[in-house]
Every structure is written in structure tokens, then in C-alpha cells.
């Protein structure tokens, strides 16, 4: 068993959580793409269309969340082969265990997430207000 004594995390069920997630993440994505996405002739009429788009979409939009949580999985993955997992990419500082064990692939400490999640709402606010 790898623990880091830096962050008292268990490196090895970490990869292991990671390596499942991924696993689970593409099984449904290839479920979602291959059902929802492929062409249905029982289209019979508008609303049956309509259903049919919708449920597109939602594929389409479950295919991109799944694609992003991936790339995190991957970054996580590689951040644990590299020696950097656990730190911040923002400050470099140490990612809490507790936020490790919550969120493994979390890339920045609380404090770093919590500013950059209120610099966006400044953004959004300031963007929507803009067009007033």
C-alpha cells in the first residue's frame, strides 16, 4: 500500500477509484452513444421526432460530461505518475486529504477553487449585466 505522508492519502486507492471511474465513465458513454444517437426508423411523426431529438441531445450532452470528467481522470492518472498529485496547480500548495478522498481528481486546493469559482460568478454577472 503507497501512502504519501505529505498528504496521508492511499496512493494506490486512489489510481485504483480513478482507474474504475474511467472504466464505468466509457462503458456508458460507448451505452448512451450507441442507443441514443443511432438512427431510429420507428419515427412515426412529429412527436415521435421530437422525443427522438431530445433524447439526442441528452446523449450529446452526457457524451461531453463524460468526455471532461475523463480528461480529469486522465490529468489525475498522470499528475499520480508524475509525483505531483495532490497539489494545487494553482498555488502549489497541498490539496487537503479529505478533498482527495471526495474529488481524487481535483486539480486545485479548496481555497484556489473557491476564488476561482467567484472570480467566475463576477465574470458571468458582469457579462449578463453588460447586455442590459
Known sequence: MA???R???????????LLAERRELLARAVLSGSS???PDERDSD????????DMREHAMWLLQDHRQKLELIERALQR????????CENCGGAIS??????????T?????QERA?????????????AGR
Open 3 to 5: 501512502k504519501d505522508q
Open 7 to 17: 498528504f496521508h492519502v492511499d496512493l494506490d486507492e486512489i489510481r485504483h477509484r
Open 36 to 38: 441514443s444517437l443511432a
Open 46 to 53: 412529429d412527436a415521435d421526432a421530437a422525443a427522438t431529438t
Open 80 to 87: 499520480l505518475n508524475d509525483g505531483s498529485y495532490g497539489r
Open 97 to 106: 486529504p479529505e478533498r482527495l478522498e471526495a474529488l481524487p481528481y481535483a
Open 108 to 112: 486545485q486546493c479548496i481555497g484556489c
Open 117 to 129: 469559482e467567484r472570480q467566475g460568478r463576477r465574470s458571468s454577472r458582469g457579462a449578463g449585466s
